[in-house]
């Protein structure tokens, strides 16, 4: 069956450099979530988006923006990357609410 | 404001004993309750889930967990753990936000097994 597919799956950037993370949800899945997970941290919320709108937003700072394109795969971009932004960066789709959530590999991300 | 609560921060058990894993939240209305696993590096794989009906929620490689409203508790246990159970056990609530639910993650137990 097909997941929710990442990418790149590691990424190298240097501070203030630029970023942009890739999530293709799951075929006929609406619903878009992004969550970053730092080094021994539980996973934070940071934004999501139904039927190519922004639905919730978290703790997501404001260098970082994100969209939901017409065929539902989603881009975060990360502009002034500090060395705090170093985490793991998931992905996960739904299809309707409360349904459950299939999550992606994550995007490792390392900023030196 | 919703929240769940681990208080287990890492649990070691042997191979073969059972295990119990505590889970607690925090939510004004009907909850959907997750369990994920997760290996080092690795993704987020889901064992289970509650959204309504029967409170003993059977999930994959022989977990189960057991919704109990009256002490907003949702712990997971397994009768027997194996050495490849050993990782990091995330409790979630899902959470409404407009037309969809964030996830609220627990602070995560690393379990460790012991042969």
């Known amino acids: 069956a097909a997941g929710v597919i990442q990418s790149p799956r590691h990424l190298i950037k240097e501070k203030r450099e630029t970023a942009t993370l890739k999530c293709y949800p799951i075929?006929?899945?609406?619903?878009v979530y992004w969550y970053q997970q730092g080094p021994g941290q539980d996973p934070q919320f940071l934004i999501s988006?139904?039927?190519?709108?922004?639905?919730d937003k978290g703790s997501i700072p404001d260098r970082f923006s994100a969209q939901q394109f017409s065929d539902y795969h989603s881009e975060l971009n990360m502009s002034s990357l500090e060395l705090g932004d170093s985490a793991l960066y998931f992905c996960?789709?739904?299809?309707?609410?409360?349904?459950?959530?299939?999550f992606g590999s994550g995007t490792r991300l390392t900023v030196v | 404001a919703q929240s769940v609560t681990q208080p287990d921060i890492h649990i070691t058990v042997s191979e073969g004993a059972s295990l119990e894993l505590r889970c607690n939240y925090s939510?004004?209305?009907?909850?959907?309750l997750f369990w994920y696993v997760q290996s080092p590096g690795q993704g987020l794989q889901l064992l289970l889930k509650?959204?309504?009906?029967?409170?003993l929620v059977q999930g994959i490689k022989g977990f189960e967990a057991e919704f109990k409203r009256s002490q907003s508790s949702f712990n997971l246990r397994k009768p027997s753990v194996h050495w490849s159970d050993a990782a990091e056990y995330f409790c979630a609530v899902g959470a409404s936000g407009g037309a969809t639910n964030k996830l609220i993650f627990g602070t995560g137990t690393l379990l460790a097994v012991q042969p």
């Open positions: 939510y004004g209305a009907t909850p959907y």
């Open positions: 509650y959204f309504s009906g029967d409170t």
């Open positions: 988006f139904y039927e190519k709108m922004q639905s």
């Open positions: 075929p006929r899945h609406d619903t």
């Open positions: 996960a789709s739904s299809s309707g609410t409360g349904s459950g959530y299939t």
